[in-house]
């Protein structure tokens, strides 16, 4: 009886579309969310956020940050520490208060130049497996995001070829976030550096969850990105 209850709850959900559930989960390092756009002066308030999506610690002495209009190598930044499994990394700043999100910098420092702002024409920002004093225009990046209108300055990503835009233009005070899965990049209204719904390991499936006797807590579909 218990076995026939079971496969009728299974139907059930499959038939109102409750399929099995995954986190958005990443399976390498990347770029996670930006603030380039403060209201007023942008100076000092802006940051960018990491997520490390392997299972195990990254040493970020190998690895950089290029941003620009041009080309990447239009502003290189050098990143060091580490960062652990699944955890979330900002750097920037220094400047931390409401109107930047109020952002804890685990590598706090003046971006210089600032970021691009963007607009009709795209700007890009890349995460390399590289020195920062070996980024050229050529250098292929790890992880990418082209934001605004037209990439007309034919900015690539991980491929080594031109690159889409991924996002518009975010107005002042808000940031670009990644989501993974067919979400991709979004424009945020409200920054949350530090934290988001990025993940390293799936939830279970549905099937699980019901068989589990915990079918209650079954109620979105998450999605995947492998990179």
Known sequence: MKTILAVVCIL????????PVEAATVNTLVLSEIFYDRVGVDNQYEWIELFNGTS??????????GCGGDDYADGTFQLNGTIDPAEYLVFGGPTSDPSNGNPIYSLAMDINPDLQNSGAIADGIALFHNLASSITATTVPIFSVIYGITNSSNLI???????TVNVGDAPAGQSIEFLAGDDGWIINPSPNPGSGS??????????????????GFVGFRRKVIKM
Not at 157 to 163: A, E, K, L, M
Not at 198 to 215: D, Y
């Open 56 to 65: 195990g610690v990254i040493d970020l002495s190998g690895w950089s940050i």
């Open 157 to 163: 990503d991980h491929t080594g070829s031109v690159g």
């Open 198 to 215: 990025l993940s390293t390991v799936p939830l279970p499936s549905a099937v699980f969850l019901l068989g589990s006797g915990l079918f």
């Open 12 to 19: 059930f959900f499959v038939s109102v579309g409750i399929v």
